[in-house]
């Protein structure tokens, strides 16, 4: 067998059992590395959007403190030497605190202070003390009620929102990639294979042709011709074989294995196309609802960047107890309920004077908002105006379809008259070639019809984001 014979088996060879567009497109989805990666992509973005419902937890703070001091007091100068004692004293604090901030603007703390007092010089002041306070603070203004903090959760929705929408539209654009490699790999198998048959019929020619010439009934010249044609029968299906291999390399590439052209469904006369015909409206193309979910997280982006410039007004209540001991422990008698007791209330306000970040901020925001808006305006008028010459273009593939359908038989009924006219002497050798050239360019005029017709669908179901539904079955 040689080599050109081995390369056609290897790639036209066909097997029991077939694969599809949907088959492979299936396959392309499930466990192609570039669908594999936008999957990955979208976990870390809902693990973001997890993170920030989540940052609000309960807060536990612990801290122990020892302090030796021998400094001098300011009270010494007050008492004479006679009488006047060293400081010398150890003081060991132990600090717990919980602590809560809640998304509606409210923190809420419980602390707990442990003190043992001890002075070595006077034993009598040796003490223990425990106080325990709880606290609540309140933003009455820029975080009224957590309008910020319920802003900042909307916003973390709506940019998963967004974020999925544009994984939907990026593995939608792969598909589309993927689907327009399959319907070319399909065209170069049928040119191949339309090619496979040029080449018999310009062999069967040659042998025929050198019997005739051996039995005087054929001139060389037509001898000489026939090889011409021959020879370039051969050389126009290596180049289509070339041609199916690389497309065959590309799909082997997004699939990770190897496609041959077995997997490919040949392209047939009358038979329905892989690509079905869907219908649906351009609102729903993937990168249109892309901008819009863009535009969601933004005009929230945009609010927050106007709170911005309000001030933080923040009401502070505290209620703390205390409690001293000598020996024994402090603790039962200092916590919440104690009659020793002290409540606090107060206002801070907090205000960025003369400072213009919280300004250019909200300007920047609102420029941002307004150019994905015009983008997608944009995108929309142009899916539009694509979709409808789109549309007509398909109108008139399936008048050139019918027309070359037509067309077909006819060629193919000239070429079998003139091989007929040919062997009874009534026709040229000329006239066959001629007749069979017409064959072959109407069958690849058929077949980029058919190719046209399902890229055209494809287009439009892509347009449309019904892409899925017009391949997978």
Not at 107 to 132: R, W
Request: charged share 25%.
């Amino acid at each position: 067998m040689n080599r050109l014979s081995l390369l056609c088996c290897t790639l036209l060879l066909s097997s029991s059992i077939q694969a599809s567009l949907s088959n492979l497109s299936l396959e392309y989805l499930d466990k192609g590395s570039d669908n594999e990666s936008l999957k990955l992509d979208l976990e870390v973005d809902t693990l973001e959007r997890d993170m920030t419902s989540e940052s609000k937890a309960w807060q536990l703070s612990a801290s122990g403190q020892k302090v030796n001091s021998q400094l001098e007091r300011s009270s010494s100068l007050l008492i004479s030497n006679a009488t006047l004692q060293p400081n010398d004293t150890e003081a060991t604090s132990y600090n717990l605190t919980f602590s809560k901030e809640f998304f509606s603007g409210t923190k809420l703390s419980l602390s707990n202070s442990l003190v043992d007092y001890v002075n070595n010089a006077n034993t009598t002041q040796n003490n223990k003390g425990f106080t325990q306070t709880l606290s609540l603070e309140q933003d009455l203004w820029n975080n009224f009620l957590g309008r910020r903090d319920f802003l900042d959760l909307d916003i973390s929705e709506k940019t998963l929102d967004y974020k999925k929408q544009s994984t939907e539209f990026q593995v939608e654009a792969n598909l589309y990639t993927f689907v327009a490699d399959y319907l070319k790999a399909k065209l170069d198998k049928a040119n191949t294979q339309l090619k496979k048959e040029a080449l018999d019929r310009a062999k069967k020619r040659l042998s025929l042709i050198k019997r005739r010439v051996r039995d005087g009934l054929s001139e060389k010249v037509d001898l000489y011709s026939a090889q011409t044609q021959e020879l370039a029968s051969r050389e126009s299906y290596m180049s289509e074989m070339i041609s199916l291999q690389s497309s065959l390399e590309s799909l082997s590439k997004k699939i990770h294995r190897k496609v041959s052209a077995s997997n490919i469904l040949d392209y047939k006369l009358k038979e329905s196309s892989e690509v079905q015909q869907v219908e649906g409206t351009i609102e729903d193309n993937k990168n249109y609802l892309q901008t819009q979910k863009q535009i969601d997280y933004l005009v929230d982006s945009s609010k927050k960047a106007d709170m911005g410039i309000y001030p933080s007004l923040v009401f502070a209540a505290s209620y703390a107890t205390n409690n001293y001991e000598r020996d024994s422990s402090p603790i039962s008698d200092g916590v919440i309920g104690s009659d020793n007791n002290e409540v606090s209330v107060g206002l801070t306000l907090t205000w960025n004077i003369g400072s213009n970040a919280e300004r250019l901020s909200k300007q920047a925001a609102s420029i941002e908002l307004n150019k994905v808006k015009m983008q997608s305006r944009k995108v929309l008028l142009s899916l539009k105006e694509q979709e409808s010459s789109l549309v007509k273009r398909q109108s008139e593939v399936e008048i050139l379809l019918n027309s070359a359908s037509e067309r077909l038989e006819l060629a193919n009924k000239t070429l079998k008259e003139y091989n007929r006219l040919y062997s009874r002497g009534r026709a040229t050798l000329d006239q066959v070639i001629r007749a069979e050239e017409e064959l072959i360019s109407t069958q690849q005029s058929y077949i980029n019809y058919l190719y046209l017709k399902d890229s055209n669908f494809s287009t439009l179901a892509y347009y449309r984001g019904k892409l899925r539904e017009a391949v997978l079955k």
